[in-house]
């Protein structure tokens, strides 16, 4: 089992179901902030520029968005039947409210 910063476990042998594609989505990203990075480097029209890092931030959003379903359905459900939720509840509002400003 793996303890997370927020103090609840991850059992190693069960995967999240949207664990992949969400790793999948987030290598892309990285791939898509390398070029953002070089179009920058290279002195690309900043309209160009914007509209990548624009991209880059949707894309990163629909990555939370998956994540934070797959906190809810897996995470949360598990602490509610352990008698946990007050101490998941609190971490989640505090990750929402860092993440939404």
């Given amino acids: 089992m793996v303890q997370e910063a927020s103090g609840h476990h991850h059992d190693e042998n069960y995967e999240h179901k949207y664990r992949k594609q969400i790793v999948n989505r987030l290598a892309r990203i990285e ?7 070089e179009m920058t480097a290279e002195d ?6 914007l509209l990548q890092i624009a ?11 998956l994540l934070l379903k797959d906190h ?4 949360v459900v598990k602490a509610v039947h352990h008698g946990n939720e007050e101490k998941v509840l609190e971490d989640l509002n505090k990750a ?6």
């Fill in 31 to 37: 791939g898509h902030v390398r070029a953002v990075k």
């Fill in 44 to 49: 690309r029209d900043c309209s160009e520029v």
């Fill in 55 to 65: 991209a880059v931030q949707k894309a990163l959003d629909k990555a939370a968005k």
């Fill in 72 to 75: 809810l359905e897996n995470c």
């Fill in 96 to 101: 929402i409210d860092n993440y939404i400003r």
